[in-house]
């Protein structure tokens, strides 16, 4: 390709046109088109909308395991063999210090994960007033996932002032009956509308290396733009002994980065996240993805681990880019920011490394 099929790909995404599906799966697909000027266009419309600044995530894994749902993917399924630490909903005193540690490692927004297949009426108020805590005693922006939600525990969440609500669609229609049967893809995207309609942003995204076709992952960039997603996390599957799904597929460190550039010309103004698989599946190059994403998880993901902090943190400012962050950039990448269980290998053989307790709840 020449550099004028680049640059119009970064124009038209600047205008604000919507790719062609056709050509969104050349992106994946199409060898012709090279990597290093692919992410260079995706750079441009990144730094159109969001300049060299990186946010910076941190989940909580408010409660851990015992689901209902049976999500082929996820450690906390019901049909999961996959030994994690189980625990019901942490106290609000836990969670609010944890929001505290958060803060100080450096995160922009702080992530709230439930595991279940949706809140009660009780278990939404009960979030609402943590979010209150959260928000009045850090300045943290608040995201709660929380699994289905209605029109009314939205409009509850909403009031308590939570800025997002994260919902993954994390495959298309067509495959969702291949990774869950306990509730339908269409559950998904009401919650992402109840969520909507009740003034909350929202941040959905996707699962890539599931089996799934190259098509799939274009249909699920275009239903984000259409719902209008503020926030995308791509995650690449990670590898679990003991989950229903195991071994991800397709999952070349360049096709992980043509995902990203991918979704960032379709959904150019959305904060497009490079969350789990991160290290794992892009390896070498893992700081590439700066160039379409804007922002990362630190400290792992629900119960995978991940990269020390400081080691991501220098990362980041090793490329040229700007950490988004209260704290200044020194003590970010000094060594002790990062706790010793930190440094554990975060790939055991060929599966993702287990979060041990000192990780899901720590107590420093
Ligand atoms: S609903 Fe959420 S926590 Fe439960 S199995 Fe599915 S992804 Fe995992």
Known sequence: ????FYAELANDSLRGLEPADALCLQLLTDPEIELLPLLNAAFTVRKAHWGKSVQVHVLNNAANGKCPEDCCYCTQAKTSDVDIEEYPMKSSEEILAEAGRAYASGAFRYCMVFSGRGPSASRAAQ??????KIKSTYPL?????????????AKILADAGLDRLNHNLNTSEENYADICTTHAYSDRIETLRAAKRNGLETCSGLIAGMGEPPSSLVEIAKTLRELGAESIPVNFLLPFEGNVLVTPTGLTPEYCLRVLCMYRFVNPTAEIRCAAGREFHLRSLEVMSLYAANSLFLHGYLNAKGSAANRTYQMIVDA???????????GLIAPRSSAPHEDQPIIVGETSAIKTLEDLRPTR
């Not at 922006?141 to 525990?153: F, R």
């Open 320 to 330: 040229g880019f700007e950490i988004e962050s209260d704290f200044s950039v020194d």
């Open 141 to 153: 922006e608040v995201c709660v996932s929380a699994g289905l939600v209605d029109d009314e525990k």
């Open 1 to 4: 390709m020449d550099h004028t």
């Open 127 to 132: 979030l609402a007033e943590l979010v209150v």
